[in-house]
C-alpha cells in the first residue's frame, strides 16, 4: 500500500498510547491506525509509510470490536475523538489500559518490580471539572455552534450538549451560551479570514463547593454588553452556582485560548478547591487536575510511596517537588516533610503555590519559578527525597543527570505520558536505578489517557 491508498483491516491489538495494530493475511503488510478498539474492522487511509509499516487514518468502523458491549452514551461518539472508548465497559477499559503499560514497560521492569495495579476513577462519568469550547459551526453557514472540532477536521465544531465527561451545569450552560447568541445573531470568529467575534467558552466547577467560573473569549471585532447574558446564565436551575463571569479578549491568530485581556465582568475569577484535606484556591486559567475525585487517588497513591522512603531512622526527608505545578503534592506531604521545595516554570502557578500554603497555614514550603535544570542550584539544601511531576514530554536528560548528582537512592516519578517515563526510565538504568514499584490511576474513563505512579530506587536505599 502507498500514500492516499484506502485498505480494510481488522484490529489485533491497542499499544500505548492508541496505536491499533494490524496485519492484513492477504499480503502480510503490517500498519498502525489511531482511535480504534482491539477486534474491530475498520476503513483507513494511508497517510505514510515507513521501514515497512503503513500509517493510516481511520475513516469508519465496518465492525464492532466484541469488547464493545453498550451502546454509545453520547450522540457524538466517533464524530469528536475524545471518548473513545465508551462503548466497553469500564471493567473492560481498565484491563486494556493495564495490557497496554505492562507492554510499553516489558523492557524497564525487573523480575521483583511490584505493580500495584490499576486503580479506577471515583467517578466513571461527569468526572471533568474543566471543559474548552470553540465558536464555529457544523457545515458552511450552518447555525451557530458550540463544543468540539470533529475528529480530523481544523474548522467543523460539533455541538456538546451529549458530552457525558462533564457535570449537567456545565451542560446547561453551554446550551444556554450558544441559544442566546444565536438568537443575537453574533457572527463566530472564521479561522480562515479572522473575522467575526465568539471565539472560545471555558467552564470550570468545584468539586466541592459546585460553584463554576464561565469564561466567554471574543476578539475585539465587536462592542458588546454581556450584562444580559449573564442574567440569564444566573437564572439556570443549576445544581451550584456562578461564581464568576470572565470576559477574555483574544486577538490572537493561534487557535488556542491566549488571552490579551481578561474582564472580570460578574463574581470573583476563583473559586476554592478540596484536596485530602487541604484547600486550593483555582483561578480561570491556573492548572489544577481536571478530574478532582480522581486528583485525591493520584496523590494518595504517591503520598504512600512517599512514605514509604522515609528514612530508617524515621526522621522526616528533605523533599524536592520539581514539576510542582500549584504545588498541591508539595503541600499535601508537608507534615511528613522537615522541607520542602517546589520547582514549576510557571510563574503563575508558583505563586498560586505560595498563596495556597499560606491559605492552608503551611510553613515548610518554599516554592522557586524557573527551569528545573537552571533553579536546581538556588536550593541551599541537598533532598533525601525527588519528586517528578513533569510535563507530557518528560524529563530533560540535562535536568536527570543534575538531579542524579545528589546522590540520591529514591525518587518517585508522577507521569501523565507513560512512553515519556518509559523513555527516561531507561535512561536511568543504564545509571543503575531500577522501577521498585508502581501503580496506575485512571484519570481520564472513556479515552487513552492513563497516570502512572512509579517508586524508583538505587542501590540499598
Known sequence: MKRKDVGEALIGRVDY??????????????????????????????????????????????????????????????????????????????????????????????????????????????????????????????????????????????????????????????????????????????KLSHEGFLRYLMLRRSETSGEILVVLATSSQMSFDFSPLIGRLNELPLAGSIAGFLHAVCDRYADALLPDEVHCLFGRDYFYESILGLKFKVTAFSFFQTNTLGAEVLYETAGNYIRMCRNKNGAKPVLFDLYCGTGTIAQIMAGESERVYGIELIEEAVQAAKNNALLNGIENCTFLAGDVFEMLPEIPERPDLVVLDPPREGVHEKALRRILDYGISRMIYISCKASSFAEDMRYLKQCGWKVERFSLVDMFPETQHIECVTLMTKGEG
Do not use: W
Open 17 to 190: 498510547p492508541n496505536k491499533g495494530r494490524f496485519c492484513i493475511e492477504e499480503t502480510g503488510e503490517k500498519g498502525i491506525v489511531k482511535n480504534v478498539i482491539p477486534g474491530q474492522k475498520v476503513r483507513f487511509r494511508v497517510y505514510k509509510k515507513n521501514k515497512g509499516i503503513v500509517y493510516g487514518n481511520r475513516l469508519e468502523v465496518l465492525e464492532a470490536s466484541p469488547l464493545e458491549t453498550r451502546k454509545p452514551l453520547c450522540s457524538l461518539f466517533g464524530q469528536c475523538g475524545g471518548c473513545l472508548y465508551q462503548t466497553m465497559p469500564y471493567d473492560s477499559q481498565l484491563r486494556m489500559k493495564e495490557e497496554q503499560i505492562l507492554r510499553l514497560f516489558e523492557d524497564i521492569l525487573d523480575e521483583d518490580t511490584v505493580f500495584d495495579g490499576i486503580k479506577e476513577s471515583p467517578a466513571e462519568l461527569g468526572y471533568r471539572n474543566k471543559i474548552d469550547l470553540s465558536f464555529g459551526n457544523e457545515v458552511r453557514e450552518g447555525p451557530l455552534t458550540l463544543g468540539m472540532h470533529k475528529m480530523g477536521t481544523r474548522y467543523t465544531v460539533l455541538d456538546a450538549d451529549s458530552c457525558i465527561l462533564v457535570h449537567p451545569d456545565l451542560t446547561a450552560i453551554l446550551t444556554c451560551v450558544r441559544e442566546y447568541f444565536t438568537a443575537e445573531g453574533v457572527p463566530f470568529y472564521n
